[in-house]
């Protein structure tokens, strides 16, 4: 049965015949509305990230304009609201500080002002995960319209991808390959039109995972920002999101442990962002599903890496949509899925991807022609991890999969980054780089350091790959033998912390296993001596992060935000 009008949750503020609900029309009137325009209509409020600091969100302003000509075509009441823009690029120390902060702000928009329905607009890096966390926490029906990747970057008739090809050109400069005339090439070549990062970093990944979950319009994930098929999918969801609000389709039926399943799956066939597997954890924990980094593991040793884009294959989104994009990729990966998941077009999934074809076998490769014959990523465990690290394996160098090496640490940031440029540093390839208070507390923010350079001298002896560990995240257009989110961290005391220059350190990736070789009891003396590091965020939402965050084997989300009870409904005085 649709819902009635008075059952609308604006009805509360616009349909009843009180003195407050005479000042809520009185001043939509102020606006210049009529009572024929929201009279009895489901208030959708367009959530906009959009910023004039945030390049992957440009278009967003036109977009939201798309959107409400949809709603309104439906009879809807679009209202839009603008939330704190996430910009990966310029954000410091990490737009993962503030990842919570807008799922916060989603969450409380939605459930302060007479709002019946939302549709998200966003997609840079943390912009995903947040919006869906805050509308899975706000229970009100919402349509994620994905905010698309840019085209590809253009060098002298190749290709140029975000990141990937930025770290890659910086070491040929580093080696003295290439000229200070070809590096600003590179600069202005990289990014050349609106949209987020266009290689499966995390923005292509959230947005995708989003999409396999059944939150986005179908195939809406994969058309580049500036195609004309963008604005017409902007409307789609306008015109839907006022259906949904009639059916009374929550997040909650839709983000189901099968849908996060197949959110996991398509992660790993796309070879998708490390980052990826905290946020999609973050993403289930908010919706009551208590995931963990076994379940990657599990999934990622069934499902191949298919999708042959950069880091870990060789192109870039845009390839990918005109190779059929997301709805083909899942076609192909329908053994892994369960089709039957309910999504917001009001089909299940099967029905979404019907008919969709692949055009280009190299750009998504058959099941058994994979890029990389296992999923994207590997859980690692063992006495320097006892909570888990991640490694991507598809994107790392074969040889270090299975590598026994001793470490060189960093205590922090600055201190690294000062030693890998000296020329003296005694380093050979078979070492392994540890960077510590790198984490979610320790960062702050767990920044993207995780891909350590390679030391300067390495990099001029033709050195492009060595095996690096930290609890920091790394960027999903980075690569390299990178063991990543190591838990617990060490700012709050984790063997990581323990680790000092010489010993040695073994990793087998097939064997998912991270050791320090150091005896126990000298571990336990070190543990002894070990002082907690100063407090890094005094005041203001620093604080609050500081007191509340989880570790990365648990998303990084806040205590107070896993669900319990819902926000009551606002009394309206
Ligand atoms: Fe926004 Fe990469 S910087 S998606
Ligand atoms: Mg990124």
Redesign the pocket.
Known sequence: MPKKPEELRSHRWFGVNDLRSFGHRSRLKQIGYDREDFAGKPVIAIINTWSDINPCHTHLRARAEEVKRGVWQAGGFPVEMPAISLA?TYQKPSTMLYRNLLAMEVEELGRSYPVDGMVLLGG??KTTPALLMGAISAGLPSVFVPAGPMLRGNLRGGYLG??SDTWKYWDDLRAGLISERDWADVENGIARSFGT?MTM???ATMMSVAEAMGMTLPGASSIPAPDSNHSRMASAAGRRIVEMVWEDLTPDRIITPRAVDNGIAVHQALGG?T?GIIHIIAIARRAGIPLGLDRFDEISRKVPVVANIRPSGAYLMEDFYYAGGLRALMSMLSPHLDLSCQTVAGIPLGEAIKGAQIWNEDVIRPLDRPVFPQGGTAILYGNLAPAGAVIKPSAAEPRLLKHRGPAIVFEGYDEMAEAVEREDLEVTPDHVLVLKNAGPLGGPGMP?WGMLPIPRKLVKAGVRDMLRISDARM???SYGACILHVAPEAYVGGPLALVRTGDMIDVDVDARRLHLDVPEEELARRRADWMPPPQRLPRGFGALYAAHVSQANEGCDFDFLLPGARLPEPEIH
């Open positions: 990966e840079c890096d975000s990141g990062c970093g995390t923005a962002s980052n993207e960027s999903g257009t």
